[in-house]
C-alpha cells in the first residue's frame, strides 16, 4: 500500500501534487541510503542506474502540466540522511519535480502538519505514518478524500513554500 497510493493518486492528478517531508530521517536501512553512506554516490550521468519506476509516474504526471512539488523542512547542521536526501535529489528534478528546502530555523513561527504526507488536486490527502524509528509505521500510509483537510494541508504548506531556497540555490549547512 506504501508506495501503491501514492502511485496511483499521481496518476490520476489532475493538476497539483505537492509533497511536505518534515522528518530528519526515516528507513535508515535502506540500501541505497548505506551504499551512500559507504561511499557509493549516483552516477547522474549513468541514467539507467538511478531511475526507478516512481520517477516514470511524476514523469507521466509533470509531461500532463501536473505540478509536483516536494518541501522538505530540514534541521541544520543537517543530519546524514538529509544530506543523503540532498545528493539524491537529481532524479527527481529529472522527472520534473520542483524541490524546495526550508531550514527549520525560518519555520519557527509556522504551524505545519503533523505528518508528512501528499496532497493531490486539492482533495486528497495521504499521510505517512512512521514510527520513532524512522521506519514505517504498522498503519504505513493513509488515504484520505477530505478538501477541507488537504485545505488546511495546502494552507501551511504554501507559507512553507515562499520560505523555502529552490534545491539548485540550497546548500546544506
Known amino acids: 500500500m506504501r508506495s501503491t497510493a501514492v ?5 490520476r492528478a489532475r493538476c497539483s501534487a ?3 517531508e518534515m522528518r530528519d530521517g526515516c528507513t535508515l536501512d535502506d540500501p541505497e541510503f548505506i551504499a ?3 561511499g557509493r554516490w549516483l552516477d547522474p550521468a549513468d541514467r539507467e542506474s ?3 519506476s516512481r520517477l516514470d509516474v511524476v514523469a507521466e504526471a509533470t509531461g500532463r502540466g501536473v505540478a509536483v512539488r ?3 523542512v530540514v534541521p541544520e547542521p543537517v543530519a546524514d540522511y538529509i544530506r ?3 545528493a539524491v535529489t537529481f532524479p527527481n528534478i529529472a522527472a520534473g519535480e520542483d524541490v524546495w528546502w526550508l531550514p527549520r530555523s525560518r519555520a519557527g513561527d509556522l504551524l505545519l502538519p503533523g505528518l508528512d ?4 488536486d486539492d482533495e486528497v490527502v495521504i499521510l505517512h505514518h512512521f514510527a520513532g524509528n524512522g521506519q514505517w509505521a504498522e498503519a504505513g500510509m493513509e488515504v484520505r478524500t477530505d478538501p477541507d483537510l488537504a ?3 495546502l494552507a501551511a504548506y504554501e507559507v512553507a513554500w515562499e520560505r523555502a531556497t529552490p534545491h539548485a540555490d540550497y546548500r546544506p549547512a
Open 151 to 153: 485545505q488546511r494541508y
Open 50 to 52: 538511478w531511475w526507478r
Open 117 to 120: 504526507g501528499w496532497v493531490m
Open 7 to 11: 502511485r496511483e493518486q499521481s496518476a
Open 70 to 72: 516536494r518541501l522538505r
Open 84 to 86: 543523503y536526501e540532498y
Open 18 to 20: 505537492v509533497h511536505p
Open 36 to 38: 551512500w553512506q559507504q
